[in-house]
């Protein structure tokens, strides 16, 4: 099995996941190596970044893009002289085809060269706000790991490290341990996704998925669609009913028409008849007369 930064929907380009190693002893002047693996193949791969936590980060080792489908050793020496551990960031490419993925973390006493060669490391001290993130675990067969340098004394991590995506920048000096506390307790609905709160500090909130609102995603929106398709339908309805009703008043006063034409022509023949006949002499003033 392997740890593996997901890049798909609801991550967005930028976001960052973070796995903590327990707190070790300082090396009293020693050196020590963190030996690891790491797997980055994809048109959008981040950047893998390695830091040294000892009150304060610095950044030890990066790499970015995309390295062939293939599995690599990395390594780094380091030295401190508190209490400090080992912090794993994976950054998220542009696109859901930017995975970056680690596995086998050892800790040897020894001075190892940085691994691979042209790795450049510049050094910074920035720290970021962290929030609950579901990792994926698929499994597959571990890499064969061979050392060549003495090994004096190894260290594996646990697998109860903090893992978060890390989506804020600040300048505060620690990464909020409260986090992950105050989300079980602030429960948000309908899959929304509990995470610190970008303008109050210790604070949590609700990222909403698409179709909800409310302070923990408890309300449902109203489909502009369904409201956008009856009015259409009512319009369309409306114009046709009105189509109707002129259509219909037009065939009434048509025939209406129509037979005040037709009475109008028949009171015109026959006043024509009645006044002939009543002045055809014949008919009103010749006697008849018997053979």
């Known amino acids: 099995k392997y740890l593996m930064i997901e890049t798909s929907w609801p991550t967005k380009p930028g976001d ?17 190596c963190f030996r690891f693996w790491y797997h ?3 048109d959008s ?33 380091y030295v401190s002289l508190v209490p400090h551990e080992i912090v794993v960031e994976g950054i998220a490419g542009n696109d859901y085809l930017g995975g ?16 691979p060669m ?7 001290g920035t720290t970021l706000l962290s929030t609950q993130l579901t990792i994926t675990t698929p499994y597959t067969s571990s890499p064969t790991t061979s050392y060549t340098d003495p090994l004096t004394t190894t260290t594996r991590l646990t697998t109860t490290a903090s893992i978060g995506i890390l989506t804020t920048t600040t ?20 899959d929304g996704i509990c995470k610190p709160s970008s303008t109050q500090l210790g604070q949590t909130m609700c990222e909403c998925k698409p179709g909800f609102n409310g302070p923990k995603c408890e309300n449902k929106e109203s ?23 002129s259509v219909v008043g037009y065939m009434y006063f048509s025939s209406k028409k129509r ?19 009543n002045k055809n002499p014949t008919y009103n003033e010749t006697a008849v007369v018997d053979a």
């Open 118 to 124: 042209n790795n450049t490391v510049p050094t910074i």
């Open 100 to 115: 970056i993925s680690v596995d086998d973390f050892t800790f040897t006493i020894s001075n190892c060269s940085i691994r």
């Open 223 to 245: 489909s502009s669609t369904k409201n956008n398709l009856g009015a259409i339908l009512g319009g369309v309805f409306g114009g046709v009913a009105a189509i109707a009703l």
């Open 259 to 277: 037979i005040a034409r037709v009475a109008n022509t028949s009171s015109q023949l026959t006043d024509p008849l009645q006044n002939d006949s």
């Open 45 to 77: 791969i981040g950047t893998l970044n390695i830091y040294l936590f000892d009150g304060s980060y610095t950044r030890i080792w990066s790499l970015s893009g995309s390295h062939g489908n293939q599995w690599y050793e990395g390594q780094v020496s």
């Open 16 to 32: 960052r996941a973070r796995l903590h190693s327990v707190v070790f002893e300082g090396t009293d002047g020693d050196a020590k």
């Open 171 to 190: 300048d505060i000096t620690q990464i909020n341990p409260t986090t992950s506390a105050e989300c079980a307790q602030y429960v948000c609905y309908n």
């Open 40 to 42: 980055m193949y994809g």
